[in-house]
């Protein structure tokens, strides 16, 4: 595997982590500072912010669908990777703004490879072929246990609705993540205060602002 694709022009963001860290919070929050300090920044999700990746998270999370084959699900994940890419990431890169992505390549590497327990390898290639092997400057891994997580939510989605097992295998799938580039990574405790994580995302940001 490459050491990855950084893009040159902009500066790309990744919130991730496990049901209810505060990804969508935090991406929210980090989006308004930032906008204050007068960047141009894209907030932008995955699965579903473009056109088609809207029906892929409609057949990838809705109960209703049943059962998938791992791989299918894994396939249909790095679809909607290829369009979020293609069609909204590397647009505003090219703009040079800040894109500040709630999920991205971890979260198959975690949900689909160390939750689904495919091969890693193997769901890492197709992510990464998916996205040109594009990579964030900067990913924030909000930890948080799975218990505590599922809490914060009433419903729970196909995803959701897996073992706590599974969800503890993708907790730990984050963490070896960032483990492994911690020059690319932050890893914060989620049971914070909202806006000491904030804080601290803000502190990490900031130095990467500097001569843009
Ligand atoms: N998935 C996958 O399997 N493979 C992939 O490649 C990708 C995704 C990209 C996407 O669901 C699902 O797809 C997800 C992984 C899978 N699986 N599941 N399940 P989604 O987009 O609908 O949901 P999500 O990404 O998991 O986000 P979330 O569950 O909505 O949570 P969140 O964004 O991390 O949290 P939040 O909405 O910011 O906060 C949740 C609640 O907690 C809310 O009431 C907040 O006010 C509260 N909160 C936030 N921060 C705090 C703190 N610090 N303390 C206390 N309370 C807090």
Do not use: N
Request: glycine share 8%; net charge negative.
């Amino acid at each position: 595997m490459s050491a990855g694709v950084y893009s040159e022009a902009g500066l790309f963001v990744c919130f991730e982590g496990g049901e209810g860290a505060g990804k969508s919070t935090q991406s929210r929050l980090l989006r308004d500072w930032l906008v204050e300090r007068g960047e141009t920044v894209l907030l932008t999700f995955e699965p579903g912010d473009t056109p088609v990746g809207k029906e892929l998270r409609r057949i990838v999370l809705d109960p209703a669908t049943g059962h998938l084959s791992d791989r299918t699900e894994a396939l249909l994940y790095a679809a909607d990777k290829a369009e979020h890419v293609d069609h909204v990431v590397l647009p505003a890169l090219a703009r040079d703004e800040v894109v500040i992505t709630d999920r991205y390549v971890d979260s198959t590497l975690a949900y689909q490879g160390a939750g689904r327990t495919l091969d890693v390898a193997e769901v890492e290639a197709v992510a990464r072929w998916a996205t040109g092997d594009l990579r964030p400057h900067l990913t924030v891994v909000l930890d948080l246990e799975p218990e505590t997580g599922l809490g914060r939510f009433e419903e729970r989605d196909r995803i959701e609705g897996q073992s706590l097992e599974f969800h503890q295998r993708v907790r730990q799938g984050f963490l070896d993540l960032a483990a492994a580039d911690p020059d690319h990574y932050v890893v914060l405790d989620a049971r914070a205060p909202i806006d000491e994580i904030a804080s601290a995302v803000r502190v990490r940001i900031e130095p990467m602002l500097e001569g843009r």
